[in-house]
């Protein structure tokens, strides 16, 4: 049997997929269909069971989140879906109340920790975004840094701090000289960790929920939606425009964008007087913290095409960062 290291997406997904039918089975979910989603930070399954209700199965990675993070996002997602309107998912929970639960699968190593969740119904807009889905997501942001402003934090909530320095140690110099200049990727991220340094965390700063992409950012018929709070944070709120907006900062009409979404965002929210110059900080800052990632995931074979692809990009994009103060 090949080591789960060596096998395509493809194949972690089958040497997970008995995992995924015991997550069904404690959580009392009879599935007559299941199907992979996808595999990234995470890997997840729609599941189909008797009655044909849906439900999304999400194995987690070890070394990640622990349990008790863990919980404390569900935990966040459940006083979500009691105290807003946001469509969110909400955890399931099995006979015993528990929410999370533990699994394993042949050819993989260890114990994986793993929940369930109500499915959302809706459609990704892909590239047919516009205007009006910027500004949709921006009051949706904002609406969520409202809630996260005023939410009643269990005494043993736990989340990470994206706003820690980004893990760029001396062992990422030669990994990236393989490739592209590492002194580039070093100059800016001495820029960018003074840069937040300076905005303090007095104001604008909070739990986000930092992966605010159109991956995780859909369209239900109920409105707007919003999935996968599994880097649910500490950060600067400017790093979730950051996230949103930066797909887009190679595109023609990237300041329509951009202004549509603060359109929509100062709907529910004031934003900062400097929000535009902290936005491109924080698209820095993201092109870092994945490059960082990227580096880390050597366990997921799409992940490491994907970064093969990107260091020259982002080697040029951090160049132009450190000269003009812009990605774009």
């Known amino acids: 049997m090949k080591s789960y290291l060596e096998l395509t997406t493809a194949g972690q997904f089958r040497r997970l997929r008995p995992a995924a039918l015991d997550v069904c089975r404690q959580f009392g979910i009879e599935p007559v269909k299941m199907r992979p989603l996808n595999h990234g930070e995470n890997t997840t399954f729609r599941v189909i069971d008797t009655s044909g209700t849906k439900s999304t199965v999400r194995i987690h990675r070890p070394g990640y989140q622990s349990r008790s993070s863990i919980s404390s996002e569900l935990a966040f997602l459940l006083d979500l879906s009691e105290g807003t309107k946001i469509n969110a998912p909400v955890p399931r929970r099995t006979a015993s109340g528990e929410s999370i639960v533990e699994v394993r699968a042949n050819g993989v190593e260890g114990t994986r920790l793993a929940a369930a969740f109500g499915w959302i119904e809706g459609r990704f807009v892909d590239e047919r975004i516009a205007a009006k889905h910027l500004a949709a997501t921006g009051e949706l942001t904002a609406t969520l840094h409202n809630f996260a402003e005023k939410y009643d934090f269990p005494r043993d909530f736990e989340r990470l701090s994206w706003n820690d320095p980004i893990l760029f140690g001396d062992d990422l110099r030669p990994r990236l000289d393989e490739t592209v200049k590492s002194d580039v990727f ?77 359109e929509g965002y100062s709907k529910a929210r004031p934003l900062p007087k400097d929000w535009r110059e902290r936005l491109e900080v924080f698209m820095a800052a993201r092109v870092l913290m994945m490059t960082e990632w990227l580096f880390s995931r050597e366990d997921n074979p799409r992940l490491r095409s994907w970064r093969d692809e990107m260091l020259p990009r982002w080697h040029g994009d951090l160049e132009k960062y450190v000269a003009t103060g812009s990605l774009r």
């Open 186 to 262: 070093f100059n800016a991220y001495e820029l960018v960790m003074k840069q937040i340094a300076d905005y303090g965390k007095k104001k604008d700063f909070g739990l986000i929920h930092a992966d605010l992409h159109f991956g995780n950012v859909f369209f239900a018929k109920s409105g707007i939606a919003v999935i996968d709070f599994d880097d649910l944070g500490w950060a600067h709120h400017a790093y979730d425009y950051a996230v949103t907006l930066s797909q887009f900062r190679r595109k023609d009409n990237f300041v329509h964008l951009r202004e549509a979404y603060g």
